[in-house]
């Protein structure tokens, strides 16, 4: 006698496995990390200028803050600026060198506005809102609430920033403090939200380079770093010659 099993129809399983990671799609081969060409090449379209002037605004702009920079410093910065539809042109994302060092590390900054078109170009952004304390000092509330919301999350996300954590001392701290509290909870939700990493705001970027100033042992590290692979001057002759040598028009 035959042992009768239950077995699920084909488009039963179908329906199933249906949005699911299927055999083939792990077993697929892994996209090679773009050239420096390649993404040259898709900026510059995007930027809707020719060779030259994508060179002259991009040294003017987002490159116009670091003393030297190396070909993987322009990948980074143009990888970026593609994956969260940012114009470094426009200075939406930026490059700062990570310390007064020169040759320290490059750190990718994004403006406030850049922050603010991140989350509105997001499909699943559904609004934001702030909650301030009701206690204040010198009419500065004491805390300010970020709550966002996901159009595919039932709960929002809320990150709280308290004034007396990340105060600053200097420019718009001292000016507009309430404003640079609302902004401050604000890209913490948006990066906790939406799982944002490897760029910085404006105020934590200048925090990081103060930081890694104030750490080094003495003055004379400086002069002894030795240059990092492939660094070059920040200027338009120097660009110019990395898209030369990559093959790409000028």
């Known amino acids: 006698?035959?042992?009768?099993?239950n077995r699920p129809s084909r488009s039963s399983?179908?329906?199933?496995?249906?949005?699911?990671?299927?055999?083939?799609?792990?077993?697929?081969?892994?996209n090679a990390a773009p050239s420096a060409h390649e993404i040259i090449d898709r900026?510059?379209?995007?930027?809707?200028?020719?060779?030259?002037?994508?060179?002259?605004?991009?040294?003017?702009?987002?490159?116009?803050?670091?003393?030297?920079?190396?070909?993987?410093?322009?990948?980074?910065?143009?990888?970026?600026?593609?994956?969260?539809?940012?114009?470094?042109?426009?200075n939406e994302i930026y490059a700062v060198q990570g310390g007064e060092d020169p040759m320290s590390a490059v750190l990718l900054v994004v403006s406030l506005n850049g922050w603010a078109k991140i989350l509105n170009a997001n499909p699943a952004f559904d609004g934001m809102h702030f909650t301030e304390s009701a206690c204040v000092g010198d009419g500065i509330p004491d805390w300010?609430?970020?709550?966002?919301?996901?159009?595919?999350?039932?709960?929002?996300?809320?990150?709280?920033?308290?004034?007396?954590?990340?105060?600053?001392?200097?420019?718009?701290w001292l000016t507009h403090p309430r404003r640079m509290l609302r902004h401050k909870a604000m890209v913490q939700c948006a990066r906790v939200c939406f799982?944002?990493?490897g760029i910085h705001d404006p105020d934590e970027a200048a925090r990081v380079r103060s930081a890694r100033d104030t750490n080094r042992p003495d003055n004379t590290r400086r002069s002894a770093h030795p240059p990092y692979k492939g660094a070059r001057p920040s200027d338009q002759a120097s660009l110019k010659s990395l898209i030369r040598g990559l093959g790409t028009h000028t």
């Open 1 to 5: 006698m035959k042992r009768r099993t």
């Open 13 to 30: 399983s179908k329906r199933k496995l249906e949005g699911s990671p299927t055999l083939e799609d792990y077993n697929a081969p892994i």
């Open 43 to 90: 900026s510059v379209k995007r930027s809707g200028l020719g060779y030259e002037g994508f060179v002259k605004h991009l040294t003017q702009t987002a490159l116009s803050r670091l003393c030297v920079w190396s070909e993987d410093d322009l990948k980074r910065l143009l990888i970026a600026a593609e994956r969260l539809g940012l114009d470094p042109l426009n």
């Open 144 to 172: 300010i609430e970020c709550t966002i919301h996901r159009k595919d999350r039932s709960v929002p996300t809320t990150v709280r920033e308290y004034l007396c954590e990340v105060r600053g001392e200097q420019g718009a």
């Open 195 to 197: 799982g944002l990493v």
